[in-house]
């Protein structure tokens, strides 16, 4: 009765956390905008029209929120751009959750040399200027968006491996941990059963917090001209775009720009949400 009353109350203080909800509410909103949008929108993502260009936002012309320099409705390239986004924020973190939990999960369990060899190497590769190193994979190889996702996924995964150590050196202490071993069940057997179930909650909270970077920093791709290609676009490509006809035409810059904010906004609201719900120590502290 114990367990499944302790399993519930997350559930329920995040039920009870009206920030954490009202974000979480939003998120969705626009994720479902973005997708029913773009389905029900009578434009396409790459229809071209050279005698509306620059056109204003209008609600009874068609464009709610204004077309391009090339005349393409700005809302379907915008609801097409969130998808983008959404999708490299998410699959980029999957990348950098599946290799940052696993290795410091190993880590942190074995210990000893094994720790301290895998751990050099976490500081060796943090020395390393990433940037550079993704900028030169965009340069050198055709670029897409699975060559983004592993690429940016490739830089989250250190803090991963950092944070699911510290908490894996703790657990490892635990009595059923040591309940596991004397029955006989193998070290990678404790680590998958009994390790990360239990980091659930610093990896939930620590996914709200790597989301919002990797947006960021696929944004800043796009702005530099290594991120998403035309066709495709995304929010990070748009308010470069925007920024670059801002005189003329603000609206390519206000609309993607707003989105973009508000989806960080949530973000950051969200994990520290989600932070008080599984770590009420930290947050009184």
């Not at 229809?47 to 464009?63: A, K, M, R, V, Y």
């Not at 550079?132 to 060559?147: A, D």
């Not at 596991?180 to 990896?203: D, E, Q, T, Y």
């Not at 790597?210 to 944004?219: D, N, R, Y």
Request: contains cysteine; hydrophobic residues 55%; glycine residues 8%.
């Amino acid at each position: 009765m114990k367990t499944s009353s302790g399993n519930r109350r997350p559930r329920y203080a995040i039920l009870g956390n009206r920030l954490v909800v009202v974000c979480l509410l939003a998120l969705l909103a626009i994720a479902v905008l973005s997708i029913v949008g773009t389905i029900a929108s009578p434009y396409s993502v790459e229809e071209i029209s050279f005698d509306q260009n620059f056109e204003g936002p209008s609600l009874g012309g068609g464009h709610w929120f204004g077309t391009d320099d090339l005349g393409r409705d700005l809302f379907v390239r915008t609801l097409k751009g969130t998808q983008i986004t959404f999708l490299i924020a998410i699959v980029a973190t999957m990348v950098s959750l599946v290799i940052g939990v696993t290795y410091g999960a190993i880590a942190g369990y074995f210990g000893g040399k094994i720790d301290a060899i895998m751990m050099r190497a976490v500081d060796a590769l943090y020395a390393m200027p990433f940037i550079f190193f993704v900028i030169l994979l965009m340069v050198v190889f055709e670029r897409s968006l699975t060559l983004m996702f592993i690429a940016i996924g490739a830089i989250n995964w250190l803090d991963t491996a950092r944070i699911v150590r510290g908490q894996t050196i703790s657990l490892k202490q635990r009595a059923f941990v040591d309940a596991a071993r004397m029955v006989g069940v193998s070290n990678f057997a404790i680590i998958a059963r009994h390790i990360a179930p239990n980091l659930l909650g610093i990896v939930i909270v620590y996914v709200t917090l790597t989301i919002p970077q990797i947006i960021l920093f696929e944004s800043f791709l796009s702005f530099l001209g290594l991120g998403v290609q035309e066709p495709q676009t995304s929010l990070g490509a748009l308010v470069s775009e925007g920024v670059s006809r801002m005189e003329r035409a603000p609206w390519m810059l206000l609309f993607p720009a707003s989105f973009l904010a508000v989806m960080l906004l949530c973000l950051n609201f969200l994990g520290d949400g989600l932070r008080d719900v599984f770590d009420p120590k930290s947050a009184k502290a």
